[in-house]
């Protein structure tokens, strides 16, 4: 698992690495990802680790050029690790047939269906992997002190891996974003589709351990730390792919108050980078309160 | 010249709209243009106007998402144009054969040489034609009050735009800032292409109007407010593409102290977007000194 740098550019005085390494947990594969490491990280102190989880066509550079998070990250002093958002060049049959299944789209889920189980595995690759190729680079971040965030498929990823932690006991991440996330994702096409081909159990596993709004049901009292924001004007919203109200009242019910979970209707705002890039430094910021407390 | 909105994205409280017109300018092409409107312009205040000009092989879009200029400027309460870089589907012979020559590389000039002239004139497209849609459109903006500002081939757009303006005594422009620009084009590879290219008078006829570092010395005292960011890591720079000794020379030698224009070098930047966002919000701070006094 050595890392090879790939590229390696400037910004905000701090540095924005591209590495890439043989990914066991896809399955032999090649994986790339983005670091971002602030100027206090390279002058030797160990800093926090805030993962970024694209959307669906994304790989690990989008967000590292358009999600305006970096300048945020660079004043709090907190690394910014952005994964690839699937598995690339595993030649699986129908991978590259559509935007929103197979390559581009992992939906940060570990494959059941035989046909996908040997790469399709970003839930083991983002939450176990790429933390372990980080320590064991020697790289200056303190993996005691982990948080989480994404868009889209990737503000579902970011939910489902922060609060199934927070569940099982493990607590990796201290706290959660998302910007305009797929909520509820076994009741909308998008991961209808994704959970009927990547799982053996397809909408029953999946609604066990990969969908928001079921996951925080479960969690009883479990302190967390969940802050969402999303646009009346995106059309993925109004389509009905991304479901915030029921994940919205799953938490109420629950018992969560808005300081715990936060969920904000945005106005006029869309599903792109634009929208997007305007709440980046309020999330990094969010996440800071937790990571640097 | 009637104006088509092909979309709007609200980003910073504010909208970015894509327009398409029939360009005269450009022989009768489509153009298209980013125009960012602040809060305050939407809520019908006139706001100034600050032109961003874009490298090679890039569109109207790049620096929209990637420069990191919407959130200053929206703070600042300043509309910024991003035009784009050459025209669209003239099909000329050759036009697509380069990245840095034809489409996506049209330099700011307008074409001499009979093969470009009716469709390459990207400096009259920029300083004449698009503030005159604008103004056709009645879009809130206030066109006495403009500067300018650029990325490598743009910044030597924005250079040359603003200093022929004030050479000129029209002073289009109230300042000028410029992200590696191709500051004395006629003494390197990419000027001396695209100049030999587009121009019946080759390297003579752009040492007249297109070179900002000849442009600098034909001032005298004219006064001057001029910004320049480059990275020591720029493989441009360090191939002799960008020449910024050679402005700022001319302009020392001019009699400009560094009030009048300021180049700084940045130590370990390279040519990218990610360095262009680090100093994006300081590039917008700047203009905004000239643009709201």
Redesign the interface.
């Known amino acids: 698992m050595s890392l090879e740098q790939i590229s390696s ?5 701090g540095q ?1 690495i591209k590495y890439k390494f043989k990914s066991a947990a896809l399955g032999g594969l090649y994986a790339q990802f983005n670091l971002f490491l602030p100027a206090n990280a390279l002058a030797g102190t160990k800093v926090p680790l805030l993962t970024y989880l694209s959307g669906l066509t994304c790989t690990e550079d989008n967000a590292a ?2 999600g ?1 998070f ?2 945020p990250a660079a004043k709090e002093g907190i690394a910014i690790l952005f994964p690839d958002t699937s598995p690339r060049g595993a030649g699986i049959e129908g991978e590259t047939d559509s935007w929103d299944f197979g390559v581009g789209a992992g939906f940060y889920v570990n494959a059941t269906n035989p046909k996908w189980a040997k790469h399709y595995n970003m839930l083991t690759h983002v939450t176990l992997e790429l933390p372990q190729v980080i320590e064991a680079a020697e790289l200056p971040v303190d993996l005691t002190r982990q948080s989480i965030f994404g868009h889209s498929m990737g503000g579902h990823g970011a939910l489902t891996l922060y609060l199934s932690s927070v569940l099982s006991g493990v607590k990796q991440y201290r706290s959660c974003s998302a910007f305009a996330p797929i909520a509820n994702p076994i009741n909308c096409p998008w991961g209808q589709k994704a959970f009927n081909g990547y799982l053996q159990g397809g909408i029953e596993e999946a609604k066990e351990k990969y969908d928001a709004t079921e996951l925080i049901k479960k969690l009883g009292k479990e302190p967390v730390h969940v802050l969402v924001d999303y ?1 009346t ?1 995106d059309n993925f919203y109004k389509n009905g792919q991304l479901l915030p109200e029921n994940f919205l009242k799953a938490a109420r019910d629950a018992g969560y108050d808005e300081v715990q979970v936060r969920v904000r209707s945005q106005d ?3 599903h ?4 997007m ?2 709440f980046g ?1 309020d999330h990094v910021h969010f996440h800071a309160n937790f990571l640097k407390a």
Chains 1, 2 share one sequence.
């Open positions: 550019n400037k910004s905000f005085d924005l050029q358009k305006n970096l300048g646009g004007a006029g705002y869309d792109s980078y634009y929208f890039s305007t430094a």
